[in-house]
């Protein structure tokens, strides 16, 4: 039995059955009229054209004319409109070649009777092919920049780590004295230390962490961080506040978090060198999601740079090798990217009189 609307569509005037008929034949988009069941009554030449009936009128069912991975879909969308009464769009790919078939985006819409009862289903096809590859070959332009922008940055980097390394080198082969050539050494060792540990985040970013870890709710995984490492942020002069509500059990992989943690607070310990205050709060946001925030106490991020704290290898703490500092601009670009792969969102902010607030937002139930 078909179902009722609970008032019938407003009428938007009265057209000759006729006029109605030829801009049904002549549309430009491709259109089939089925009965409520998916039986098809009609098409249009559009239709004919894209599934090649030649003279041959269009009939059977309509999920025939759809590629046979999506028939099922196509039955469940039929079903769906019989239910609600709404358009709905399927995405699926027709003729074309094997290698590069044409990609359709189809409407199913309802046909309602004048007192709202379902009197049958139209499919309207469009062509959206050239979007779709105009907006695939516009993502490949942003990836190539973003990848030429990477890899200038570790070549920079790692040039003034192999400068680095060769001066402390040559100083130490021209040492007489064992105390001058141990100093020259150990500038050498740190170069390399540096280099290995700019390695291991280069890593992180690339595989955005996909190694099998243990499973831990994010609630246990927090409060793990903080009760480990409070006694290490007391002795940097940091109070540890954390603020937290019982929230849902959020299912997420330990050592992911821990590194997004690690690398958070180590962004606020290097902006408090004489001491502070670092806030850590862990709520429950609205029904599908839960919210994890840090905030310092330090001088805030430069407005001028808010739009690039996750950029990889960006950094406001000078040149790479320029001090004992071992950040390279890549903890934050971490943190980033393995928030993204637990299909969250993280932004920065300032906080009104001094410090710097970094808020992420997980859902309750991923995806996948």
Same mark, same amino acid.
């Given at each position: ?8 569509? $407003? ?49 059977? *069912? ?15 969308? +039929? ?54 590859? +105009? ?114 059990? #959020? ?21 408090? *060198? ?24 330090? *001088? ?8 690039? #704290? ?7 703490? @000078? ?14 670009? #971490? ?12 932004? $920065?902010?300032?906080? *009104?009189? @001094? ?14």
């Amino acid at each position: 039995m078909s179902p009722t609307a609970t008032s019938p569509a $407003a009428p938007v005037g009265r057209l000759d059955p006729a006029y109605l008929e030829s801009m049904f034949l002549s549309a430009g988009f491709a259109i089939i009229a089925c009965r409520a069941d998916g039986e098809v009554v009609a098409g249009n030449a559009a239709a004919m054209k894209l599934f090649r009936c030649g003279g041959r009128p269009l009939g059977g *069912p309509v999920s025939a004319l759809f590629p046979e991975a999506d028939r099922a879909a196509v039955e469940q969308m +039929l079903e769906t409109v019989q239910n609600t009464l709404e358009a709905i769009e399927l995405r699926t790919h027709l003729g074309g070649s094997e290698a590069d078939p044409l990609e359709y985006a189809v409407w199913f819409t309802p046909v309602l009777e004048a007192d709202g009862t379902l009197r049958g289903v139209s499919l309207w096809f469009r062509d959206i092919t050239e979007r779709v590859r +105009l907006r695939r070959t516009l993502k490949e332009r942003e990836r190539l920049a973003s990848l030429g922008s990477l890899s200038r940055g570790v070549a920079h980097h790692y040039n003034n780590l192999l400068c680095c390394i060769a001066t402390s080198v040559e100083y130490a082969i021209n040492m007489n004295t064992t105390s001058a050539m141990r100093r020259a050494l150990q500038r050498t060792a740190d170069a390399v230390s540096r280099a290995a540990h700019i390695t291991r985040q280069l890593l992180a970013f690339a595989q955005a962490d996909h190694r099998e870890g243990d499973l831990a709710d994010l609630t246990e995984a927090v409060l793990f961080y903080c009760d480990e490492n409070e006694e290490r942020l007391g002795r940097l002069h940091i109070k540890l506040v954390v603020d937290w509500q019982v929230i849902p059990t #959020v299912t997420v992989r330990r050592d992911q978090v821990l590194l997004i943690l690690n690398n958070i607070v180590e962004n606020a310990v290097e902006a408090m *060198p004489s001491g502070g205050t670092l806030t850590v709060t862990l709520a429950r946001r609205d029904d599908n999601s839960v919210s994890l925030s840090l905030a310092d106490t330090g *001088p805030g991020i430069d407005p001028r740079h808010m739009e690039r #704290v996750f950029e990889p290898f960006f950094t406001t703490k @000078g040149e790479l090798g320029a001090g004992t500092g071992r950040n390279a601009g890549m903890g934050l670009a #971490v943190v980033h990217g393995l928030v993204g792969e637990m299909h969250g969102t993280i932004s $920065a902010s300032n906080i *009104p009189g @001094g410090g710097a607030r970094f808020d992420i937002v997980l859902p309750i139930r991923r995806e996948g």
